[in-house]
């Protein structure tokens, strides 16, 4: 499967597709508040099939409601049902049910089988209107969903999902393996048997955070409701926007350039989000769980691996040379000289090639995690 994104040309008849989402937002709350009070009445989980059918029934009885096609409405209801099932499969590790939202800030909705037709070019029909969009690219395959999505600026996209048919990148082979340590003051340290490498994160959020200040400032002080707040509010998420696909660019462009280099990348299992509540801002600007999705999805696209280490493994305190490891390291110590035979190993390199070594052992053992699914592009 494969993912494409389409930005839709700004039109006065878009407004029948922010009415349609609009009307999603409200079934969706509708649903929620269903599932509660069977629950509450009943003590037992209110299938799908019911909810549907019911639904249905009062689909016919309000026009506003119509707006969605009987499609979205039928996905509104798998979606809310995944979402309970995962809830009471997992609550006890903090998962909870899914909750109401505000109808002006829900997003999208989808058609799977019905409601919209290709007309050719860059037109598509949606319901009985036919809409514009930017063509980025052709739509090659058979088209399996259609998205359409409202961003925090109120422009619309087209997500469409459609079967991956087109042939793989022609593979080069480099016969190289490396492994890559992610840190905090060096985004990655690089070893590929030889060299040492250090790659330094941009830190888009850094370099733009006073004008992302000061927007929200100047956003702070606008009366609730006027016209100049909702003006502060865009030109805030305008900056946020602007960190991200700077940020996303990077990214790709990286992630070519890495799988250009090696057959094998070799990566250390990371518990992101226990990081992220010990250094907050700084791991959320780095984005590495975002950048290892990029990067599996370049190299299942060039047929190259991805291999992860257990986090467990003393990267950090096991000598590269005499595998001896330390009892303790603590975190601002960043060299260290091994008692066994006396090398002194940098923290993030040594790392580094601990993480090349033991990923070079497990490949074709059945340690390869699988590449996640395709996502947008």
């Known amino acids: 499967m494969k993912t494409l994104k389409f930005k839709l040309y700004n039109h006065k008849r878009n407004r029948y597709l922010k009415r349609s989402i609009n009307a999603a937002g409200v079934i969706y709350n509708h649903c929620i508040t269903l599932y509660r009070r069977y629950y509450r009445m009943w003590g037992k989980h209110l299938s799908c099939a019911k909810l549907q059918a019911h639904i249905a029934k009062l689909r016919k009885r309000n026009s506003f409601w119509q707006l969605v096609g009987s499609q979205a409405v039928q996905d509104i209801c798998q979606r809310i049902e995944k979402a309970y099932q995962l809830f009471f499969k997992h609550h006890s590790k903090g998962?909870?049910?899914?909750?109401?939202?505000?109808?002006?800030?829900?997003?999208?909705?989808?058609?799977?089988?019905?409601?919209?037709?290709?007309?050719?070019d860059n037109r598509v029909k949606i319901g009985s209107r036919i809409y514009q969009y930017w063509t980025s690219r052709e739509i090659e395959g058979n088209v399996k969903t259609l998205t359409i999505k409202r961003t925090s600026l109120g422009e619309l996209f087209m997500v469409v999902v459609v079967d991956d048919r087109s042939e793989s990148e022609i593979k080069t082979t480099t016969g190289k393996i490396a492994g890559f340590d992610f840190g905090l003051r060096t985004f990655l340290?690089?070893?590929?048997?030889?060299?040492?490498?250090?790659?330094?994160?941009?830190?888009?959020?850094?370099?733009?955070?006073?004008?992302?200040?000061?927007?929200?400032?100047?956003?702070?002080?606008?009366?609730?409701?006027?016209?100049?707040?909702?003006?502060?509010?865009?030109?805030?998420?305008?900056?946020?926007?602007?960190?991200?696909?700077?940020?996303?660019?990077?990214?790709?462009?990286?992630?070519?350039?890495?799988?250009?280099?090696?057959?094998?990348?070799?990566?250390?299992?990371?518990?992101?989000?226990?990081i992220q509540r010990l250094w907050g801002r700084k791991v959320s600007d780095l984005a590495f769980g975002e950048f290892l999705q990029v990067l599996e999805w370049v190299a299942k696209k060039k047929g190259k691996q991805v291999v992860f280490v257990d986090r467990w493994l003393p990267s950090?305190?096991?000598?590269?040379?005499?595998?001896?490891?330390?009892?303790?390291?603590?975190?601002?110590?960043?060299?260290?000289?091994?008692?066994?035979?006396?090398?002194?190993n940098g923290r993030d390199e040594n790392a580094s090639k601990v993480i090349q070594a033991v990923g070079a052992s497990s490949v074709g053992l059945g340690n390869v995690r699988q590449p996640l699914a395709a996502i947008a592009v």
Do not use: M
């Open 95 to 120: 998962v909870r049910p899914p909750g109401f939202k505000k109808v002006k800030k829900y997003k999208s909705f989808t058609l799977k089988q019905a409601g919209y037709k290709f007309l050719g």
């Open 189 to 274: 340290t690089c070893f590929d048997g030889f060299n040492t490498e250090k790659i330094e994160s941009p830190q888009f959020f850094k370099q733009l955070l006073n004008s992302v200040q000061k927007a929200s400032g100047q956003l702070s002080r606008k009366l609730k409701g006027s016209t100049n707040r909702e003006r502060a509010r865009k030109h805030l998420i305008r900056k946020h926007e602007t960190i991200a696909n700077c940020r996303r660019d990077w990214f790709w462009k990286l992630s070519h350039e890495l799988t250009n280099k090696f057959d094998v990348l070799c990566f250390e299992t990371l518990n992101l989000k226990g």
């Open 316 to 344: 950090s305190k096991t000598c590269h040379s005499c595998n001896h490891v330390l009892e303790s390291l603590e975190l601002f110590i960043r060299e260290w000289r091994c008692p066994s035979c006396q090398i002194v």
